[in-house]
C-alpha cells in the first residue's frame, strides 16, 4: 500500500510564501517523476510543476520564477516552495507520483496525495 501525504497548505496574504510537502509512504520499490497540480474552484485540475528522479525540472508557465519543486529521494518526500503568491494561486494543491511498489510485477502506478488548500488574499 503507497500513500502520498501532502502538508503545508493554509491562508497567506497576496505576496507571501508557502512550502508544501508531500511524503510518500508505504512498500515503495522506487519513485520516479514527482509533481504538483492545483485545481481551482470551479476549473480542471492543471499541473503546477513536475521533477524527475534525478531532479531535471519543468514548471507551467504562470508559476515560473515564483515556485521551486525538488525532492529528497531518502525521506521520498517532495517540496513545493512557493514565493510570491497571488489570489490567482489559490487551489487545492494536489501530489503526483509515479511509484514502483514493491511487489513481483515492480510495474510502475500514478500515486495522488489527498490534497492540501492554498487561499490566497488581496
Known amino acids: 500500500q503507497v500513500q502520498l501525504v501532502e502538508s503545508g497548505g493554509g491562508l497567506v496574504q497576496a505576496g507571501g510564501s508557502l512550502r508544501l510537502s508531500c511524503a510518500a509512504s508505504g512498500s515503495i520499490f522506487s519513485i520516479n517523476g514527482m509533481g504538483w497540480y492545483r485545481q481551482a474552484a470551479g476549473k480542471q485540475r492543471e499541473l503546477v510543476a513536475i521533477?524527475?528522479?534525478?531532479?531535471?525540472?519543468n514548471y507551467a508557465d504562470s508559476v515560473k520564477g515564483r515556485f521551486t519543486i525538488s525532492r529528497d529521494n531518502a525521506k521520498k518526500t517532495a517540496y513545493l516552495q512557493m514565493t510570491s503568491l497571488d489570489p490567482e494561486d489559490t487551489a487545492v494543491y494536489y501530489c503526483?507520483?509515479?511509484?514502483?511498489?514493491?511487489?513481483?510485477?515492480?510495474?510502475?502506478?500514478?500515486?495522488w496525495g489527498q490534497g492540501t488548500q492554498v487561499t490566497v488574499s488581496s
Open positions: 521533477i524527475t528522479r534525478g531532479g531535471d525540472t
Open positions: 503526483n507520483a509515479q511509484v514502483i511498489p514493491v511487489s513481483s510485477t515492480l510495474k510502475e502506478s500514478a500515486y
